[in-house]
């Protein structure tokens, strides 16, 4: 059993280009679909901001494996966090080194939604 080519006679030409066929694209919308993403993000900048200023939080923050001795991919985020909003990003790769790459998204998810309000246009992924 063969399959047909598009040079078969008789069978449709579809021409297929690489360019129109793109899974992931950006474009610029009249709506922030990421609203509830950029609100959330402000208030883990706030969240930062506030440990930069005023400490860490005198409670006690490890998960429930902390005490069996199974570390998690969260541990040491919240020194992390507050080491990399005062500028110590040394310090912060030490206490959780995707910590930093967290807080870049979380800045360039907040710094689009501030584009966004004064332009009133929103980069949104475009996934296919």
């Known amino acids: ?3 047909p080519s598009s ?3 008789g069978s ?7 360019a129109s ?3 992931i694209g950006l474009v610029i919308e009249s709506r922030d679909r990421y609203r509830w993403g950029a609100l ?3 208030a883990l900048l706030a969240i930062a901001g506030g440990m930069a200023a005023f400490g860490l939080p005198p409670m006690d923050l490890h998960g429930p494996l902390h005490w069996f001795g199974i570390m998690d991919p969260l541990c040491g985020g919240t020194r992390a966090a507050r080491y990399t909003a005062l500028g110590q990003w040394g310090l912060a790769w ?9 807080v870049l998204a ?23």
């Open 94 to 102: 030490k206490y959780n080194p995707l910590d930093l790459v967290t």
């Open 106 to 128: 979380v800045t360039v998810m907040v710094a689009r939604a501030l584009v966004g309000v004064v332009a009133r246009r929103w980069i949104a992924f475009d996934i296919r």
């Open 12 to 18: 449709p030409e579809v021409p297929v280009t690489v």
């Open 7 to 9: 040079l078969d006679a």
């Open 40 to 42: 959330g993000s402000l």
């Open 21 to 23: 066929v793109r899974p």
């Open 1 to 3: 059993m063969t399959r």
